[in-house]
């Protein structure tokens, strides 16, 4: 099976060592996976922003990159709802039937990594160990628009030494939301504000998500709070071993 | 008699106001909050509600596919059930249909039944300037009415109220209009309820025109249908002399039995019940029973435009439910008169551009009032896919400002971003550059993320949007892309 | 100048016509089978806060008039049931039927699933306005005429006549959300279920 990683745009540029998780923790899994380095973003923050002309180009060279792959593998439920609901809609709008037909091709390959692992690989335990108290936050892309469910969990919970707690609310959008955050910023902080409460109030020292734009933002706000909470991408603790 | 949404300012600046106001928040997020855990209990005890959901959404589709020919069907079954028929382009011709009823009968006032349509096109403004007084009968809509207030929910106008205010309203107002409240009335809600009880029974029973909408317009039979809860809609749809309906055209469903998954969706969408306390049909003049004079107004004011929207037509499905309002997370915080339109929250914020166009800041403002995490379209029991309409609107904001002469910062922003994830080459060299703007930071930031890494505190200029609440991480040194080539993917 | 009739119909044709108008409608679902249908009403029914009594049809008349006691009533013409000191409905004004504290009314069909009654307003119903004003409803229902779920009353209605779904007292949920009985239509229903 040939396994591109798709790391996404900001993990690329910010969050290098999300990407790293994964490509040792497929490794670790026996996947031999690949870096297109053509890649460069889904497309995502022109298409949620209405900018469809200008996510034409940005589409085309996603589907150039990923291009006779058996799977896409991407550390972002966002992204990866992007590449499976979205690029359908900027292929029509181009009006290119070579477009619409490529990403009918690399749109259902596209997984986020919870689902490959499980549906694909088929496993939940990875062999990570993570000593720490954590809480999950289901990202709203990953929950509603892939429906990931309950895998990162079931991931999570075969961790060695993890000790997991419940996220009150957790279901709720933390308000980043793409150029939400920044078009109305005062909604975003106030929906931010209150997801950063609940986890204070779960007393974890780590939260966890599968999307690190949104932990970026939940992040952003406890350590202007200076909660102590650290945030890390799922990647990052299931690629965690005894060694690391 | 009421306020006005005109003139209101765009999402953005509104909803700060919103967000100012700590009485409003604690009144939504106690009031959202308590009609979500209702509906949750009584749809978890639908075993197939998803089946029930492509059920609805199927009725409703199937209606708009074939509208004309319904249309067509609904006005001549009202018709040879005694009623009269009569067609609204706009909110000025619908307003103008019901003063010239309200007229011909000598009556200087009307009883209303709660309805959207007839708030849609101001309705009371447009008949107090007639010399007609229009009293809202909902409780709900009362407490607007008497305040001069603005709804700001679609099933509870006055949700953004909590009962202590609503006494104060109660006991200012009521006397001004008709009968007035008692001196000695406390905010219990029931006491509240009964004191609305007895200050509009009057108004019930003298009442000679009475005007409603309806929530579901049956085109074969000929029948309109009211959901309701307290009995006013009953109060109106029966005691007087003249019934005048103003329906939407959207609110027509084929056939009699189509009403079966639509009532079964309804209030447990909407007020968390298994059914509604009272639900009325009735199908033109019953001889001897209720109105002897019907009349139906089927109202445009913008719905063949939404109509003519390939993706957003089928925000016509729409029932009114707020489901989509009590669900959001922008709407909880920041209430419906942000939204600047009888349609708040999710639903308005698709509905309000499809009706209407983007033309206008304000409306325009809408699509992007959401962080789009899909928790509406999963409540939807027509399951209109509300983010992806939003995302389509956008793209029509956008789409209208393609020819202005000069480019907002944004969409030059936006351009310059698709231009580098366009090529992996140009993007490689704005990572290079944000890494050496990461070493920079590293070096001089005085402030640390939990785990050790660099971050910047409050920036000034466009990164204030971000950091005025948000620490920002410092860029790593190397990006991704970087280290795969360094290291040939972590082999080296 | 064209009619708003004929411009709004030629907007719709035009808006629809890149659209196929056949769209296949999926049935809608049956709740599964409930088992004692009756009792199922009649715990739903008692869920809104209504008042339920059972009797045989012998112990009708007692029941009813022990249920509306010292009130004064109205009751349809084709009621059939004696009911002491009532009054026939004859086209009384709605201030008149303000003056009187009950109605006793049948119904057409009652709903399992959903405690509701629905009335058609037929001569042992009356027409809408009686069984709106009075505060106190006492409704007769047969067990025979209870049905499992909506899709039943559905078939089962004549949408030519004018009908009135009821469930439970009249309520709102405007003031914070929470449920109140009784508003303006009758605060109490008394459903008398003959068995």
């Known amino acids: 099976m040939r396994v591109a990683l798709q790391v996404t745009c900001v993990n690329d540029a910010m969050f290098p060592d999300t990407g790293k998780a994964v490509v040792r923790l497929l490794r670790h899994l026996g996947v031999d996976v690949d870096f297109p380095s053509a890649q460069t973003c889904c497309g995502q923050p022109m298409v949620n922003t209405g900018y469809l002309d200008e996510a034409v180009p940005v589409v085309r060279t996603f589907v150039r990159a990923f291009a006779g792959y058996d799977a896409v593998v991407t550390p972002s439920g966002s992204c990866a709802g992007s590449a499976r609901h979205q690029h359908s809609i900027v292929a029509e709008r181009s009006g290119d039937p070579a477009l619409v037909a490529a990403v009918a091709e690399t749109g259902p390959r596209t997984y986020e990594l919870s689902e490959f692992l499980v549906d694909v690989l088929g496993v939940t335990d990875v062999g990570a160990y993570f000593p720490h108290r954590v809480t999950y936050h289901p990202t709203c892309h990953s929950l509603r628009m892939l429906g990931v469910g309950d895998r990162p969990q079931r991931l999570l919970e075969q961790v060695r030494g993890i000790e997991l707690v419940d996220l009150p609310m957790a279901e709720e959008c933390c308000g980043f939301g793409g150029t939400f955050a920044l078009k109305n910023a005062d909604t975003s902080i106030a929906m931010g504000a209150d997801k950063a409460r609940h986890v204070r109030d779960t007393g974890a020292e780590v939260l966890v998500a599968g999307d690190n734009s949104c932990l970026m933002h939940i992040g952003g706000m406890l350590s202007r709070q200076r909660a102590g909470v650290r945030v890390v991408h799922l990647a990052e603790i299931l690629a965690s071993t005894e060694e690391s | 008699m009421s306020g006005t949404f005109v003139g209101m300012p765009a999402f953005p600046t509104a909803a700060r106001a919103a967000l100012g106001d700590t009485q409003l928040r604690r009144n939504l997020a106690h009031a959202t909050q308590t009609i979500r855990d209702k509906r949750a209990l009584v749809v978890a005890e639908v075993e197939d509600w998803e089946d029930l959901r492509l059920a609805g959404a199927g009725v409703k589709e199937a209606a708009l596919r074939d509208l004309a020919t319904h249309l067509e069907t609904l006005e001549a079954s009202l018709t040879r059930a005694g009623a009269t028929v009569h067609w609204a382009r706009d909110a000025a011709e619908a307003c103008a249909i019901v003063a010239s009823i309200t007229h011909a009968h000598g009556a200087d006032e009307v009883a209303k039944v709660k309805s959207m349509a007839t708030a849609e096109i101001g309705l009371n403004e447009a008949l107090e300037a007639e010399g007609i007084a229009a009293w809202e009968t909902d409780l709900a809509e009362l407490i607007v009415q008497l305040g001069d207030d603005l709804p700001s929910h679609i099933l509870v106008p006055a949700i953004h109220r909590n009962r202590a205010e609503i006494r104060e309203i109660f006991q200012r107002r009521m006397g001004d209009v008709g009968k007035a409240a008692p001196a000695d009335l406390s905010d219990e809600p029931a006491v509240l309820a009964g004191a609305a009880r007895e200050h509009l029974r009057e108004k019930f029973l003298r009442a000679k025109v009475a005007v409603s909408g309806a929530n579901f317009a049956v085109a074969d039979t000929g029948t309109l249908v009211v959901v309701e809860s307290e009995g006013n809609g009953r109060m109106c749809l029966t005691l007087p002399e003249v019934l005048v309906s103003v329906v939407g055209i959207e609110k027509v469903v084929a056939t009699w039995a189509d009403l079966d998954p639509m009532l079964r969706l309804l209030p447990r969408s909407s007020t968390g019940e298994r059914m509604n306390p009272y639900t009325s049909t009735w199908s033109g003049v019953s001889p001897g029973d209720g109105p002897q004079e019907v009349h139906v107004v089927l109202l445009d004011n913008g719905r063949t435009r939404a109509l003519a929207d390939d993706v957003g037509r089928q925000a016509l499905r729409c029932i009114r439910c707020s489901a989509c309002l009590n669900v959001c997370p922008v709407y909880e915080r920041v209430g419906g008169h942000a939204y600047g339109s009888v349609y708040p929250g999710p639903i308005g914020a698709i509905l309000n551009p499809l009706l209407n166009g983007v033309s206008d800041e304000q409306t325009a403002s809408l699509p992007y009032a959401s962080s789009l995490c899909g928790a509406c379209f999963e409540v939807c029991p027509v399951r209109i896919d509300i983010p992806s309409v939003l995302v389509d609107q956008r793209a029509a904001v956008v789409d209208s400002h393609r020819n202005d002469r000069v480019p907002s910062a944004e969409a030059l922003a936006m351009k310059a971003t698709a231009w580098a994830f366009s090529d992996s080459r140009r993007l490689a060299w704005a990572e290079r550059a944000s890494g050496i703007a990461g070493r920079v930071i590293t070096r001089f930031s005085r402030t640390t993320l939990p785990g050790g890494r660099a971050a910047s505190g409050r920036l000034p200029g466009p990164a204030a949007g971000w950091t005025g609440a948000r620490d920002l991480p410092a860029p790593p040194a190397e990006s991704f892309r970087e280290w795969w080539d360094r290291t040939d993917g972590g082999q080296r | ?195």
């Open chain 3, 1 to 195: 100048m064209t009619s708003a009739r004929d411009d709004i119909l030629a907007a719709v044709r035009s808006a629809l016509a890149d659209v196929s108008p056949a769209v296949s409608v999926p049935a809608a679902p049956r709740a599964p089978d409930r088992g004692d249908l009756v009792a199922l009403f009649v715990e739903r029914v008692e869920d809104y806060r209504a008042v339920v009594t059972r009797c045989t049809s012998a112990e009708l008349g007692g029941v009813v008039a022990e249920v509306l006691g010292a009130r004064t009533s109205v009751v349809p013409p084709g009621l059939e049931l004696e009911v002491p000191n009532a009054v026939v409905d004859d086209a009384f004004t709605a201030d008149q039927l303000d003056a009187i504290d009950a109605v006793v009314t049948r119904a057409r069909v009652g709903i399992a699933e959903t405690g509701t009654i629905v009335l058609d307003h037929q001569p042992d119903q009356g027409r809408r306005a009686i069984s709106l004003v009075p505060d106190l409803h006492v409704c007769i229902v047969d067990v025979s005429q209870v049905v499992a779920d909506v899709p039943d009353a559905i078939a089962l209605l004549d949408p030519s006549r004018p009908l009135t779904w009821i469930s439970g007292p009249s309520a709102t949920s405007d003031i914070e959300l929470n449920r109140v009985e009784g508003v303006h239509g009758p605060r109490t229903l008394h459903v008398v279920l003959v068995l």
